[in-house]
């Protein structure tokens, strides 16, 4: 694949499972290394960063990956994911994601403990669990957003809800989505498709 995304660029990848598309990722950051071939980043190859550098690279880029996990932690710990506490912004990006309601019911807002391993602590589905992903990837407010699967747990209603607010989410920055549905790549700059190798 030759593949070239500029600044603020919105691509979006799709193709059947098993295609590619999320191993493409874990390349972009270095999980694994291409047998062949190169991957540049800003004219450098990743084959060349040192560990800072890739450290900066991921520090760079907001990243929902199809197998996120939460933690047992307060909400908002499991959002700021070791960044400074900003209510204003833990908000604006839980509703950004869908999620603020279901926050606003939650015992104690975004205080809230995640799971019922300690006392206290409360259970999440599959799709609210997907919303407080996103929302945690948001709230990095990286200039690089990756969102592998976004919305696969989401209930239709939330993902229409979620795709209708997407532009929005990832303005001036640089994306790259990737989905089976066709319906979410209506915002996007350019389309790829994996077939077939």
């Given at each position: 694949?030759t ?6 660029e919105?691509v979006?990848l ?16 270095r ?18 960063l ?9 520090r ?12 047992s ?10 960044y400074?506490?900003?209510?204003k912004?833990i ?6 994601a869908?999620?603020g309601?279901f926050?606003k019911?939650?015992?104690q ?22 919303k407080?992903?996103l929302a ?12 592998d699967?976004?919305t ?13 607010s997407?532009?929005?989410m ?9 989905s089976?549905?066709m319906?979410?790549?209506?915002f ?7 077939d077939?190798?």
């Open positions: 694949i593949l070239h995304v500029d600044n603020g919105f979006y799709t193709g059947q499972s098993g295609a590619g598309k999320s191993t493409l990722i874990k390349l972009l950051f999980e694994v290394l291409p047998d062949s071939g190169q991957i540049f980043i800003a004219g450098r190859s990743i084959i060349r040192n560990n800072r550098e890739t450290v900066k690279l991921r760079n880029t907001g990243v929902v990956f199809q197998d996120f996990k939460l933690f932690f307060p909400l908002w710990q499991n959002l700021a994911a070791g400074a506490r900003d209510e912004k908000w604006e990006n839980l509703e950004k869908g999620a309601e926050v019911g939650l015992p807002g975004i205080d809230t403990l995640l799971f019922k391993d300690k006392e206290g602590g409360v259970d999440v589905s599959g799709g609210e669990a997907q407080l992903a945690r990837a948001l709230y990095k407010d990286a200039p690089f957003v990756v969102l699967e976004p696969a747990a989401l209930d239709p209603i939330s993902e229409a809800q979620v795709y209708e997407f532009h929005e990832v303005r001036d920055k640089t994306s790259i989505y990737i089976h549905r319906s979410s790549c209506r996007c700059d350019d389309i790829v498709v994996f077939d190798g």
